[in-house]
Each structure stands twice: as C-alpha cells, then as structure tokens.
C-alpha cells in the first residue's frame, strides 16, 4: 500500500498526540426495556446491507431481533448500505437519503471498499470523520448513541486465495487503527469483530455462498459481541 511506512507513523502521532473521550454515567443514552420504541440507523457497505443473505440474517436486523427478544421496543433498522460503497460514496448517500428524523443507534461499518480499490487512506481518514459527525448529528443522544464496528479480514475468505492474504490482513489492521484512533478522539463506541472474521479461515460455515461475505451464522456472532457492548453503553 502507498505511503506505508508514513501512515505507521501518523498512527503513532494520532495515538499520543489524541484525546480520548471517556463518557461518564450521567453521559450515557437512558434507554432500557418496555421504555420508548427505539429507532436505529445503519450506515455501511455490503457488510451492513447484508450482501449473500437473507434480509433477516443481515447484522443490523439481527441486532434489532436481540433487542426485541430482550424485552425493547426497536423499529426495523433504516439502513444506508450498498455493496461496493466507498467512505465517499456513503457520504454522497447520507447527503441524499437522510431527512431531519434523528435515530436512539446510529452505526458505522465502512472502509473495506477503500482498502480493496488502493485509495489514498488520508482521504479515507478526513471522510471517515465527517461520517462520524454526521452519525452523531443524526442521533437524539448525540455520540453516547453511535457505534462503529470494525471491518472484518477478508484476507482469510476463498475469495482471496490467490492473493497476498498476509498483506490484505496488514492493510485491514491499519484501517482499523485509524477507525478506532478516529472513533476515540470523538468519544465513539468502537466495537472489534475483526477477530471473529479471521475464524473463518478454519470454519467455511462462517463465509457465505459467494465466497467472500459473512454468512448469517457469522454475523449472528458480530450481534452476539455488538450487543453485549451497545446494551450495556445505552443502559447504564
């Protein structure tokens, strides 16, 4: 990837010179079982439209279910996602589809598209942040409400095979860094699944049909982990 070895030391740079935002008790969104339906926007690319499965196993709309199962009111998931979206092609799509309506969740999976096509990552970095404004923008609890999840290792998928799987892995680790850099210095949740993703290299269950996206089983693991953290940060 270009520019490599700067990037390594514009994280460092980032990491010392960032403040990290810790959100205390009386911060965090009031939102709790049987209380007002809660409304939830999902921002991303094929990950978070769900690309090779059902509509019910996509990640958002199993997250909606585990809420609901768990005894809230939620509405069906609006979502702004498109196989192939760059962090400048969402941005272009929240500009068009997004309205005045303010959401309880907002949720940001982007960056995959930009590694994938070799795109300048300081570009993918000042569009990322203007994302993350615009979600905290959108949401009634401002950033105690939004939530970023981490892009998964596609570099274990048989998609991949015939290509340099340990550099695509370096590639997604370095995106990574910069989303969870970025999200701490608004004061974000950022929520890795990155590890769950890399099981898949020993457990083709976890890879759809097309062999290259989650499979419902994969992303009913994401929820499992994404749950546990956005519960507990909207119900303290």
């Known amino acids: 990837m270009r520019y490599l070895s700067a990037l390594y030391l514009f994280l460092f740079i980032f990491s010392s010179c960032g ?25 991303g690319d094929s990950y978070t439209i769900g690309e090779s499965v059902a509509e019910s196993e996509r990640w958002p709309v199993q997250l909606a279910d585990k809420f609901r199962n768990d005894g809230f009111s939620i509405e069906n998931p609006k979502i702004i996602a498109r196989t192939g979206w760059r962090t400048d092609e969402l941005l272009e799509a929240m500009n068009e589809e997004l309205g005045t309506k303010k959401y309880d969740l907002v949720s940001v999976l982007i960056g995959v598209n930009n590694q994938y096509q070799n795109r300048d990552i300081e570009q993918f970095q000042q569009e990322f942040k203007v994302i993350l404004q615009k979600a905290i923008a959108q949401c009634k609890t401002g950033k105690k409400g939004v939530f970023v999840v981490s892009i998964p290792d596609y570099g274990v998928t048989p998609f991949a095979q015939h290509s340099n799987t340990k550099e695509i892995s370096n590639e997604i680790a370095i995106y990574n860094e910069v989303c969870k850099n970025i999200s701490a210095n608004v004061g974000v949740k950022y929520v890795y699944i990155t590890d769950i993703s890399k099981e898949a290299e020993f457990n083709s269950g976890l890879i759809a049909g097309d062999g290259l996206h989650p499979s419902g089983e994969m992303y009913r693991r994401w929820v499992e982990k994404i749950y546990s953290e956005v519960r507990e940060l909207l119900n303290k």
């Open 19 to 43: 403040s990290t935002s810790e959100m205390s008790d009386h911060e965090v969104a009031n939102i709790s079982p049987n209380s007002n339906t809660i409304s939830y926007l999902a921002l």
